[in-house]
């Protein structure tokens, strides 16, 4: 019999990320998924005012964290992953192991001095596609779902999926592939890979952007995503699929928090070194991406 973990999501109207807790029933250990870290740009400062949401559920709920997961380094939100490490004294930070290509590229991008390592290490885990770990009894397997990003992974925990940025609730679609190293057509191959799991896999998603102005929603299944997602349903070919994802990709912005988003992520979270004045900085490209 499949197991089937407790699931709490956490919405973020700023950035309209979910933050997960997942728990297991029988013995109360949890992993915590893709945390924010609240970040005002205008004013460079940060807060913790939605990872101290997850931190009182969790003291609430008598739960005992073993794993902080990401499903890849968010462009859109700073990952709070070091904070609730901290404060909990527990908790694995992990990610998929192909961050070192992510790591590598903004490694340039944002010239960072040689304290930065491009291997995977500011993080205590990485995951392999096909891995498998436990969060308490739960059994939980690693998909490596690339085509967003080069690193994303999606974590399969007993009957759920938690499927990152690939894809969103059937309405609004799928994820942008126009990052350094995003592929329309390997996204396409990666959400196959997803829509093979059972038909009545639950799935939860990483953001709702609220099309139409709808309640946020994110909580979906696979065999719903199948027959409703505008931009990838059954029939959708993949070469449709690259065409349609390509040609909207154009016409897109910059998500607002991009810049300091990744330098921070791509660290797993934890800020740039402090300079000789005491004081940190994340550095904005000029005319670069």
């Known amino acids: 019999m499949i197991s089937k973990p407790d699931v709490k999501g956490f919405f973020d109207p700023e950035t309209y990320t979910i933050s997960y807790v997942i728990s297991d029933p029988a013995t109360r250990k949890a992993a915590i998924l893709d945390s924010v870290l609240d970040f005002d740009p205008k004013s460079g ?29 968010h462009a859109d939100h700073l990952s709070a992953a070091p904070y609730l490490k901290g404060k909990l004294g527990k908790g694995r930070i992990a990610i998929g192991e192909h961050i070192r290509t992510v790591q590598e590229t903004f490694r340039q991008v944002f010239n960072t001095g040689p304290e930065f390592i491009p291997d995977g290490r500011q993080f205590d885990h990485l995951f392999a596609d096909g891995d498998r770990f436990r969060i308490g009894e739960l059994e939980a397997r690693v998909m490596h779902t690339p085509g967003h990003t080069p690193a994303c992974v999606t974590y399969v925990v007993g009957d ?17 592939c126009d990052f350094p190293q995003g592929d329309a057509a390997t996204l396409y191959r990666s959400i196959q890979k997803i829509f093979a799991l059972p038909d009545d896999t639950r799935m939860f998603l990483c953001h709702d952007y609220q099309p139409g102005g709808r309640e946020p929603v994110w909580e979906t299944t696979v065999s719903e995503q199948k027959a409703k997602n505008i931009h990838i349903h059954e029939g959708v070919s993949e070469a449709e699929f690259t065409k349609m994802r390509t040609e909207k990709d154009k016409t897109l912005d910059m998500p607002v928090l991009i810049l300091p988003s990744v330098q921070v992520n791509m660290r797993a979270g934890h800020l740039p070194p402090a300079e000789d004045n005491g004081v940190v900085y994340l550095k904005l490209p000029v005319n670069l991406l």
């Open 45 to 73: 400062r940060t807060s913790t005012r939605s990872a101290d949401k997850l931190l009182a559920f969790i003291h609430d709920q008598g739960l005992d964290v073993e794993w902080i997961l990401e499903t890849h380094a």
């Open 160 to 176: 759920a999926v938690f499927v990152g940025d690939t894809l969103f609730m059937h309405d609004y679609g799928t994820a942008r």
